[in-house]
């Protein structure tokens, strides 16, 4: 049987070892999942019963690295999610961010030269920038991003664009809004917020908390995704992955220390100098058609969080 050879870079960090590990189930795929574990855990990696799976500690902002890699496994085709993420560590490094763009030219340059017939790309809500138009639509809202990450996102789907234009080298860029589940990091604001409550811990948060989010269960990002790889949907576009129930920081708050019947407070620190937009809520039109189900509402998905964080604790 001939299997479809998949990379997935950063694929030791959250929503793309979740990825890798869907992928992996599937006997009819290699998945090669490169990392250089400077975020990533390889207590996320995939395991599967197939051993279609392998490990590569490397850097996809290494030319000398990466090549390699593609030289070896000759790969149809690649999800780009090696990233600098989180708004903190973003902020503080801006270098370090402004680097993952030779990791982008460097996955292009190799996609071309190896055969690699399409790219999928994880770009970020953040190329709104703060948002002139709601929902924000994938093709209407424009891109005003100013911060080195968004600015990153915005170059990279630039440069993915310019390569099929250029070379016919294929993509589909998806753009993530707040995703959570299990696998999640405690930086980020709903696992931040459930360990805190867990642990009776005050919930801290920037500003007055009525800035808004959306937040997407991993389950129907990795859906919506793998239905557009294997559908062949979303080809040389962008769609937008996330939920469109908007939610202050405030309300989560309080509505996670419901659910968990927490004893925690909530703690007012003063307000990010940057990056913490005031509202964001996608147009999921997209995403709602290749999902092609119900979606999980944000107490089924905090729930289900619960159930896991109190299982295992958070890597």
Known sequence: MMQRRILVT??????????????????ENLVVVVDNLQTGSKSKLPVSIHDNVRFIKAD?????????VFCTFSFDYVFHYAATVGVKRTLANPMMVLDDLNGIRNVLDLSKNTGVRRVYFSSSSEVYGEPVEFPQNEHTTPLNSRLPYAIVK???????????QEFGLEYTIFRFFNTYGPKQSSDFVMSRFVDAALAGNDI?????GSQTRTFCYIDDNVDATLNAFYENRCVNDVANIGSDFEISVLDLAKRIIEITGSSSQIVFLPALKE??????CPDISVMRHLLDRKMTSIDDGIRRLLEARQAVPFL
Do not use: H, K, W
């Open 10 to 27: 950063g694929g030791a960090g959250f929503v793309a070892s979740c990825l890798a590990q869907r992928l992996a189930d599937n006997p």
């Open 60 to 68: 996809v902002n290494a030319f000398a690295d990466i090549s390699t």
């Open 154 to 164: 915005n170059v990279g789907e630039a440069y993915l664009r310019a390569y099929y």
């Open 204 to 208: 801290t948060i920037y500003g007055d």
């Open 275 to 280: 990056g913490d937009m005031t509202r964001r």
